[in-house]
């Protein structure tokens, strides 16, 4: 059965762009043409370093692709528990002078696009609440989707929230549970929230770390060996932040558990057990850095694995293969070398293009994607190109690519994309459209190419991605926004109402 529950999220980067626009309008537009879905969030925990705010820093650092909105580190020293957050890049919040008044041997940090509750700084994370229960700091990375009707209840049952984030209603159940213990009021409040959520919290005294019984979102421990005591316990949402801290990966935190660590070291249990496991499948595909291992294996790898079937089940003649960068390359360089084509750069990505731009005086056609991607014609000129993606969301920034490629002196654009049509949106921390806008949920894929203005036009097949993204463990996958089956109960249905006029 599925059940309306939440309305659609306001979009954050309106709620950004506005603000810019409000101080220099209007000659300053959103860079609104990026193609890609939103990134949800990264979080960061450190026990037992005598600088663990900064350790934190560097972990959020590594993380900042999942989120470039807001960040924030809370630490504690066993007595207090301070909290500083802003809105912005992880180092343009965290300067020496911020990050000393951060101190203790403890810490749990949070970078965020938000997905639930506005983007004011007052939900940014780490949230700090003083509940019966004692301080308690929390950042999470995912959405709940039973959120509406636990908070009525907690409001009817007298509990006071400080923000919209659905966040804070983990805190609250954790406040209001009647178990014995902490860890038990825990554990208990994490088995009535449904949806997704790799979380990490902090006392004066104690780490802990859960994700859902699903799994959706990655978090790992690792572990930074100190000689002369015991050693750093390290959680990050992935593991590439823990190359920057010099930590060695010890494992995954299990869909449904409940990890603590106190000076004594690390405890955890089963909070949940017997829900089938469903992570994140467009974790893999787009959202997670190449060099992260989630969910059992290597991003690049998948993404290599992806970029291979792509070329085995839609292999065209052509003369060479470019990625749409960043996130494309590493499917390119497979379907490459499957397809014994030359992989050529022939796109260029600006890194330093922000949020706004001050825009030129006459109107540019397609100027958003040419602010961020400019071709390389010699490379481009008189070819056929097979030209690889990870995602068509809406259609229009494609068509820009495609003409663009085209522009630059390409014969033939032959566009692939490196996981199946996005016919459903996500309610589980990934910002999609609704399904009115998006056009794989609208438009056939000879349609779709037609719109797009390319050659030919192939996705890769489900099962194509599931075994590019085969472990040896046998994960189960989320692929909801490719099949419109959604693992939870709960989901808008006003989000997934077919478009009642053609896009
Ligand atoms: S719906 Fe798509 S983006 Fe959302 S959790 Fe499932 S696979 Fe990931």
Redesign the pocket.
Known sequence: MIRRLFQGVAGVADATSQLHADAVAPSLIPVAADPK?REECGVVAIHGHPDAARQVYLGLYALQHRGQESAGIASADGQRLANIKGMGLVSEIFTDDVLAKLPGTMAIGHTRYSTTGDSALLNAQPIRVDSTKGLIAIAHNGNLVNLGNIRARLERDGAYFQTTSDSEIIVQLIAHSKQGTLVDCIADSLGRVDG?FSIVMMTRDRIFAARDPRG?RPLSIGRIKNHEGPDTIVFASETCAFDLLRAEYIRDVLPGELVMVTEDGLTSRQYSTGVPQ?S????HVYFARPDSRIFGRWVQESRDQMGRQLARESGVPADVVVPVPDSGVTASIGYAEEAGLPFRMGLIRNHYVGRTFIEPEQRVRDFGVRLKLNPVHNLLEGKRVILIDDSIIRGTTSRKIVRMVRGAGAKEVHLRISCPPTI???????D?PSKRDLIAANKSVEEIRQFIEADSLSYLSLDGLLKACETKEKTG??????TGN??TQWVDVDEILPATVTI
Do not use: N, Q
């Not at 996958?477 to 490719?482: D, I, L």
């Open positions: 879905l997704a959706f469903t994140c499948i467009f974790e459903s949106p996500c309610f589980y921390g990934v999609t996958y989320c692929t909801a926004c490719y959604y693992p």
